[in-house]
């Protein structure tokens, strides 16, 4: 061994000690000084107060909000901070409907996942990441176009790929897809080689199109990141946030976002201001985490229908904002953050027994019908498809009840539900005549192929 082969080796052993030192000093601070968490159905007359203590680590915010948020559970207001070696965070939450959470099981079930029990389990797990040899997990990125997603949907049919759970997502002409696969002979993950290989080339294929696009992407694995979080991380990788000449939204539409520095105390400063809705509190703090920002300090609240959130960042380095180009890129990722889950068009739900060739069989409807998708989430329950889709006239017009009632006939009237009034998309479908968004069509036929995307990452 030479001396230079030597002194690497010894940087090496030197580096994963250091990293082994880290792993169990903060262990051992975990330990002295476990999670509490306490729920009070008492102080609050309208919501139930959630309040989490424990030692501040990178990612411990985005960690609670995602799991609160993954209990469908409304976060209404919140106060954080996280200034020094101590996270301690409130939160007041409702359920869907705006009453307080009352199930012993919920309840139970926060405590243990905030609390001492999950503290070291926790260290070893990124923020959303779940591991699964269920299924395949199958991420799609390119260029949206009319028709895309009943290309994909054909192409994984003849591949013989059933889709147990996807969700896509479309924004600023980029569509972005996570599908969780089956073989549809055996209900099991795809594992040989040789068939992944195949199943990337094809649908990077239908991604690329006419055009042959580079920015197509297709990925393949086993573990698969918590999937709206991955859906943030792809299409802020495809920079999604950039604005383009066929951007739809004004001035007035557009999230009201600032970004300013308080120099006293080294602190940049974000406020924003928006139309509230479900998520959005985990749809920034997961973007902030991704883009390596610290919020020490936060206040979070409501007022009728806007919400109003303000953070007190820095850089994982330390620093605050340095620059005019950093400002505008985190004013743009933040309004970016906040549109992509904004679901423009008539929002269609289909539940029905699960089949094969279901999900074929609703894109082809949707197309001859001429409605895209601009959203969409697909799960498969018991033997039920559950299908949740937001769709607009491929023109840019109004969907007409004609066509509504054209698709009831094809698809059945105890199938279709239509949630809310086709009069609400006149003055949305007719902002935007040239956009795609996945024209309508992806479904999911039970545990059916489905989805696809253009790849953000």
């Known amino acids: ?134 299924h395949t997990a199958i991420e799609l990125i390119g260029s949206d176009r009319p028709g895309l997603l009943s290309e ?80 943030h991380q792809m299409m802020f990788a495809d920079r999604d946030y950039e604005r383009t000449g066929d951007d739809v939204l004004d001035d007035r539409q557009r999230p009201n976002v600032n970004v300013v520095n308080w120099y006293d105390k080294d602190y940049s400063v974000v406020t924003i201001r928006c139309k509230d809705r479900p998520k959005l509190l985990f749809d920034t703090v997961c973007t902030l985490t991704d883009m390596d920002y610290v919020v020490f300090h936060a206040n979070i609240g409501t007022e009728g229908p806007e919400s109003y959130q303000e953070y007190y960042i820095r850089h994982i380095d330390g620093s605050p904002v340095k620059s005019e180009a950093e400002r505008q890129r985190v004013t743009q990722c933040l309004e970016a953050a906040i549109e992509r889950r904004v679901s423009e068009g008539l929002k269609l739900e289909l539940c029905t027994t699960d089949r094969v060739g279901l999900l074929s069989d609703f894109t082809r409807i949707f197309r001859e019908n001429s409605l895209t998708v601009t959203r969409a989430e697909v799960t498969t329950k018991a033997g039920k498809a559950v299908n949740t889709f937001y769709v607009r006239d491929a023109s840019g017009y ?34 935007s005549p040239t956009r795609f968004l996945f024209g309508g069509l992806f479904k999911s036929r039970s545990f059916v192929n489905f989805s696809l995307v253009r790849y953000h990452s």
């Open 398 to 431: 109004p969907v007409h009840a004609k066509t509504i009632d054209s698709i009831r006939q094809a698809i059945g009237q105890t199938i279709l539900k239509v949630k809310g009034s086709l009069e609400d998309l006149k003055s949305v479908s007719q902002e």
């Open 1 to 134: 061994m030479s001396l230079a082969d030597f002194f690497f080796l010894f940087l090496e052993m030197n580096m994963s000690f250091s990293h082994d030192m880290d792993d169990e000093y903060e262990k051992l601070i975990r330990r002295m000084n476990p999670p509490r968490v306490v729920i009070d159905n008492e102080s609050c007359k309208n919501a139930t107060v959630i309040r989490v203590d424990s030692a501040n680590k990178h990612g411990i915010l985005l960690e609670v909000v995602q799991i609160l948020t993954d209990l469908n559970l409304i976060i209404v207001k919140a106060y954080i901070s996280s200034d020094g070696n101590w996270f301690m965070d409130v939160f007041n939450v409702t359920d869907q409907d705006g009453n307080k959470i009352i199930d012993e099981g919920i309840l139970d079930y926060i405590t243990k996942s905030l609390g001492p029990e999950s503290c070291f389990t926790s260290l070893m797990r990124s923020v959303g990441v779940k591991q699964s040899m269920d």
């Open 152 to 231: 994909v949907s054909a192409v994984l049919r003849h591949l013989k790929c059933n889709i147990v759970n996807a969700e896509l997502w479309t924004h600023n002409t980029r569509a972005a897809a996570v599908m969780q696969v089956t073989d549809e002979e055996t209900g099991t993950a795809i594992s040989d080689p040789e068939r992944l290989s195949r199943i990337k080339t094809l649908l990077c294929n239908v991604l690329k199109g006419s055009n042959k696009s580079s920015l197509a992407k297709t990925a393949v694995s086993h573990s698969v990141t918590h999937t709206e979080r991955r859906l």
